[in-house]
């Protein structure tokens, strides 16, 4: 389950990062294959494109398990800290 108490650093990295995506929407630069290449030896890039693979590798796992609109309550199970 979600500890609504973590959220928070990450709402202010979203809040951060759609801030500088406002900021930027009116560019007309063009990105290349060598420039993300480049961007990924920025820490903060990589650090961000590391979070999102982790978001996306639990969002491709199966969860069935916990969905707990498909299972009866004796049949439910929890998120895990790990």
């Given amino acids: 389950?979600?500890?609504?108490k973590?959220?928070?650093?990450?709402i202010v990295k979203i809040n951060?990062?759609?801030t500088k995506a406002?900021?930027?929407?009116?560019?007309?630069?063009k990105t290349?294959?060598?420039?993300i290449v480049r961007a990924l030896?920025?820490?903060d890039i990589n650090k961000a494109?590391?979070?999102l693979f982790s978001?996306?590798?639990g969002m491709g796992g199966d969860t069935s398990a916990m969905e707990r609109n498909t299972q009866p309550p004796e049949n439910q199970k929890h998120h895990t800290n790990k």
């Avoid at 389950?1 to 609504?4: P, Q, R």
């Avoid at 973590?6 to 990450?10: A, G, T, Y």
């Avoid at 406002?22 to 630069?29: A, F």
């Fill in 55 to 57: 978001f996306l590798k």
């Fill in 32 to 35: 290349g294959y060598f420039d």
């Fill in 41 to 43: 030896r920025d820490p």
């Fill in 49 to 51: 494109v590391t979070l």
């Fill in 22 to 29: 406002v900021e930027e929407k009116d560019n007309d630069k």
């Fill in 1 to 4: 389950m979600i500890d609504v």
């Fill in 16 to 18: 951060a990062g759609v």
């Fill in 6 to 10: 973590q959220l928070e650093p990450f």
